[in-house]
């Protein structure tokens, strides 16, 4: 299968130009192909949160190449990197960054409002449809500070879903949570990942999930340590 995601010579320094000029990334080599689920692994301070962001196109290496589906990022302008991102990529964080006055449907349609001006029917029948995917049809219409931690995170990857992102990147996303809501979203990315194919990146401290996934990076002192496989993880309850 195609890679959705490859990574060559990336480099990353903050305080350029500073007293403080630091490298923390030191030459990043990394494919994932398309259909795959990864688990990155490492200390904190590491760099995979820096990492996570250069892939999600949220900020830029300081040198090296990233291509994501093919395209070629590393001359692309702000206006082209936005929109590469808000169609290929869905991001999921340790804390959800839900708007918490609204309900979990509005949580959800709110990628595609802010991509289309404008809320339509068709936005909210699609919502209803991810929060069914993702287990929430009855709390659809509750406001998602009424929501327990699990569920509030289940709403996040809803809305990560909304544009149909080929890579989802998820940062610690069940590190603030109880073992048993851990392993449930853990479970539905699995799920998400097996029936639609979507590639995840997922990082993570838990060594129980991220044996559970197709592959384990670690990533130490800013560079790819070791890598193995992970072990199958069967069918998925949910
Ligand atoms: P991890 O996610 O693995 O814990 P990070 O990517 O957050 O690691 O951080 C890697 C290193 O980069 C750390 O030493 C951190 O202090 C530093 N760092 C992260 N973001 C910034 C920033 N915006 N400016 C300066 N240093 C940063
Ligand atoms: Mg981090």
């Keep these: 299968m195609a890679d959705v995601l490859v990574l060559d010579g990336v480099r990353k320094s903050y305080g350029i130009g500073t007293p403080v000029e630091t490298e923390v990334l030191h030459g990043i080599d990394l494919a994932v192909r398309a259909g795959e689920f990864v688990a990155l692994m490492g200390p904190s301070g590491s760099g995979k949160s820096t990492l996570l962001n250069i892939i999600g196109l949220l900020d830029r290496p300081t040198s090296g190449r990233l291509r994501i589906e093919g ?29 918490s006055a609204f309900t979990a449907l509005e949580n959800v349609m709110m990628p595609m409002v802010v ?96 044996e559970r996934c197709d592959r384990i990076v670690e990533v130490v002192d800013g560079r790819i340590g070791s890598e193995r496989a992970g072990r199958d993880d069967g069918a998925v309850p949910v």
Aim: aromatic letters at 6%; charged letters at 25%.
């Design 115 to 210: 991509d289309r001006g404008r809320a339509d029917a068709e936005m909210a029948r699609r919502a209803g449809e991810l929060l069914a995917w993702v287990g929430l049809d009855r709390w659809r219409n509750n406001r998602v500070n009424h929501l327990s931690g699990g569920q509030q995170q289940r709403v996040a990857v809803a809305r990560a879903l909304a544009a149909g992102p080929a890579l989802v990147l998820a940062d610690e996303p069940t590190g603030n949570l109880d073992t048993a809501s851990a392993d449930g979203v853990f479970a539905l990315m699995r799920r998400i990942n097996r029936e639609r194919g979507t590639t995840f990146l997922l990082v993570t401290h838990n060594l129980a999930l991220a």
């Design 71 to 99: 395209t070629d990022t590393t001359d692309l302008g702000d206006a082209d990197r936005t929109r590469l991102r808000g169609h290929t990529i869905g991001f999921v964080f340790q804390y959800h960054y839900l708007i």
